[in-house]
């Protein structure tokens, strides 16, 4: 059984830092790119940054230079480090497993994790 589980959200001020984390469990993690995405009430989720099985990073516009994220394949973990937070971060935030190569399609999402930056 797949599982993606993010933890670290909750309530920030504007200006402060959260970092969130997501394990996986049920895959080979290190065949996956990982990804955070975000979706803020009435919008579309959206890209906030994603990492591939080499480490290569991609980020969001609106978060490059405040946000970033990392992997541990060891442990199976993934981490998003957020700093200097704007109230327009505020939402839930869903950590994403994509396969590639023979997996490519297989994809799976977390629960997803509330974050609420006030002003």
């Known amino acids: 059984q797949v599982q993606l589980v993010e933890l670290g959200g909750g309530l920030v001020q504007a200006g402060g830092s959260l970092r969130l984390s997501c394990a996986a469990s049920?895959?080979?993690?290190?065949?996956?790119?990982m990804g955070w995405y975000r979706q803020a009430p009435g919008k579309q989720r959206e890209l906030v940054a994603k990492i591939t099985t080499s480490g290569v990073t991609e980020y969001g516009d609106s978060v490059k230079g405040r946000f970033t994220i990392s992997r541990d394949n060891p442990k199976n973990t993934m981490s998003l480090q957020m700093n200097s937070l704007e109230p327009q971060d505020s939402g839930v935030y869903y950590c994403?497993?994509?396969?590639?190569?023979?997996?490519?399609?297989?994809?799976?999402w977390g629960q997803g994790t509330q974050v609420t930056v006030s002003s």
């Open positions: 049920g895959i080979t993690f290190m065949m996956y790119d």
């Open positions: 994403k497993a994509t396969g590639i190569g023979l997996i490519v399609g297989l994809d799976y």
